[in-house]
């Protein structure tokens, strides 16, 4: 297959069309305007519905509305922005909707900048809106995987009927690496049994959040909690990087990775056991993975390029049986292959 | 010997569901306006094709009365839903059913741009000028000396500033295709809504743009008022400031 030249953003909208997304609804936020810029161009030609919504609150319920009638759609935008959206993605989650949600960090908190930066890990696995629900979480870190992910996105999405997030960050979302655009890998799903299409020749069907009676609130919410114990068994995904033997293991999420890779590299030349982890799956954390190294490392080190976020997750999973160190910034430019390798380099001395 | 025949005079239209009972307090017109919308969805058949929108407030439990397909959407936001279920979903009829702190109030900017996009869906506005749901609050139509739980000295300029007109901001839009202010207060207002509703419907069937009714309402519960006293502060009170009227018409 031939290999094409792109960005993030531009891959993530591409493979979205291929995944077959009905409606795209979103609003401009750097740095993955682009997103919406390549879908205002690309849906009309397919003749698929777009719509440059008035705010990210109106995106995202335009999704909802999207979804419960079985469509696929999907909304992209930024931290502060993503914000917005807390409260819909808890009524999603609880109404079990497909929507998918491209979250293309940027430095906070508050307005922040640009800068590439992972400071939404908590915001996407833990969430800001009400209630207990959880939302599957996909981390790329390359362009490539911009795309494979985002077709994922799409079929988790649909398979559990869960909100998906794909969680990537601006300097993923604005490198150009060469890509191939297989097809979209996975079947389609049924929306018939559930999905509001009017009620013709069935009775009709409501799709809310709102429960009075307590044991039907109840009921709902345990039902949600077995579907996650689903998703917690079957889709923990996560790449393993000269792991076996490795004394220390460095892990990490998403483009920082990159940087981790190399420098791992460079201390194995020098001779120090040395491997990665890297979930790919936030949310189900591969929590089974990390009890297992846990066994046989004597260090796990967390890098993030933020000031702690996914280290607790690391800290939760090691649970105590060996220590978990952090290394990180807040913006990722300064964590270069230098300083993650002198930092494996002064945990080993 | 007396002969007798038997001739229907009432029932309920197929888009109510079969058995179901109205929750709102005595004299509130929400059952009114929610079976007139029945009424013309019957009329128009326009049932098995309609994906409704249920809003916050008193109306939210449209989905236990209308016999159509519903989702719920958040605070505000029906507009917003209603313009996702209609973008990927052309052949369907949707419509949403909103109080006036929901449309006018937390979900303004959804429901005027949803109108100035002119999406093809109709709009019903229930203004009971309060907050009926939380117990009977300050909201954006509550008229200028009105008290309620948050203006216990009446609203005043100072404090809370002035009431919005939904039916006029609406008419202003140039993707509003029909919007009009009815009442509830007499059967011929009763008479004139269910014409109003059937109009937003026609014309998102037409294509022409963004369908709009807004119904002044009762709340006794809140107003602390009779039902028939209630009916009465609607003609004598609220005609003044919101008079009735087709707004819009393409």
Not at chain 1, 257 to 264: D, E, F, L, P, W
Not at chain 1, 289 to 298: I, N, R
Not at chain 2, 157 to 173: D, F, M, R, S, T
Request: proline fraction near 4%; charged fraction near 20%.
């Amino acid at each position: 297959m031939t290999k094409t030249l792109t960005t993030g953003n531009h891959a993530i909208a591409q493979a979205a069309i291929n995944a077959g997304c009905d409606g795209y609804f979103g609003y401009p936020i750097t740095p993955q305007s682009e997103i919406g810029e390549f879908m205002s161009k690309k849906m009309q030609e397919l003749e698929r519905a777009y719509v440059c919504a008035e705010s990210e609150i109106a995106a995202i319920n335009m999704v909802l509305g999207a979804c419960s009638t079985g469509a696929k759609a999907m909304t992209s935008s930024s931290s502060c922005a993503v914000a917005l959206m807390q409260e819909s993605l808890s009524y999603i989650a609880a109404d079990e909707l497909p929507v998918v949600l491209v979250s293309v960090m940027r430095a906070g908190p508050g307005l922040g900048y640009i800068y590439p930066s992972q400071g939404d890990y908590n915001q996407a696995t833990i969430g800001g809106g009400n209630g207990d629900y959880k939302i599957i979480v996909l981390a790329p870190s390359t362009v490539q995987e911009c795309i494979d992910l985002t077709y994922k996105s799409f079929y988790l999405a649909q398979k559990y009927r869960n909100p998906t997030i794909l969680l990537a960050d601006g300097l993923l979302a604005q490198m150009m690496e060469p890509v191939e655009f297989n097809e979209y890998p996975y079947p389609e799903i049924s929306i018939e049994d559930w999905a509001l299409t009017g009620a013709k020749n069935r009775d009709s069907r409501a799709i809310y959040s709102l429960g009075p009676q307590e044991d039907r609130l109840v009921e709902r919410v345990e039902t949600l909690f077995n579907k996650y114990k689903q998703i917690e068994e079957n889709e923990v995904e996560f790449e393993e990087y000269q792991t076996d033997n490795a004394d220390l293991i460095v892990t990490c999420f998403g483009s920082i990775a990159r940087n981790v890779k190399s420098a791992i590299n460079q201390c194995r030349e020098k001779g120090l056991k040395v491997g990665m982890l890297r979930p790919i799956t936030l949310y189900p954390f591969p929590t089974k993975k990390y009890q297992e190294l846990a066994k046989t490392t004597k260090k796990f080190l967390t890098i993030e390029m933020n000031m702690g976020q996914m280290v607790r997750d690391v800290r939760l999973a090691v649970n105590g049986q060996v220590p978990v160190e952090f290394f990180g910034k807040s913006v990722g430019q300064w964590l270069s292959v230098e300083d993650i390798a002198a930092e494996i380099e002064r945990l080993n001395s | 010997m007396i002969k007798t025949t038997e001739k229907s005079v009432f029932k309920l239209p197929k888009s109510l569901k079969a058995g179901m009972k109205f929750p709102f307090c005595a004299g509130c017109d929400h059952g009114v306006a929610i079976r007139l919308v029945a009424e013309v969805l019957d009329e128009m058949n326009l049932r098995e094709k309609t994906i409704a929108v249920a809003s916050i407030g008193c109306s939210v439990m449209l989905y236990d009365y209308l016999d159509t397909d519903c989702v719920e959407a958040p605070h505000g936001r029906a507009l917003a839903a209603a313009t996702g279920v209609k973008r990927t979903n052309k052949d369907k009829f949707v419509l949403t059913y909103q109080g006036d702190g929901d449309f006018a109030s937390i979900g303004l900017a959804e429901s005027l741009h949803a109108a100035l996009r002119g999406e093809k869906v109709s709009a019903i506005c229930i203004n009971n000028t309060t907050y009926g749901m939380t117990g009977g609050q300050a909201g954006p139509t509550t008229i200028m000396g009105q008290i309620t739980k948050t203006s216990p000295n009446g609203r005043n300029e100072e404090y809370y500033g002035y009431p919005i007109k939904i039916a006029e901001q609406v008419a202003l839009c140039d993707g509003t295709a029909y919007s009009a202010r009815c009442s509830l207060d007499s059967i011929a207002n009763i008479k004139k809504t269910k014409e109003a509703i059937r109009k937003t419907f026609e014309v998102q069937l037409q294509g022409l743009g963004f369908g709009f009714v807004e119904i002044l309402s009762t709340c006794p519960t809140n107003w602390h008022l009779t039902p028939q006293e209630s009916h009465e502060r609607v003609r004598n009170e609220l005609f003044q400031v919101y008079p009735l009227g087709v707004y819009k018409e393409v």
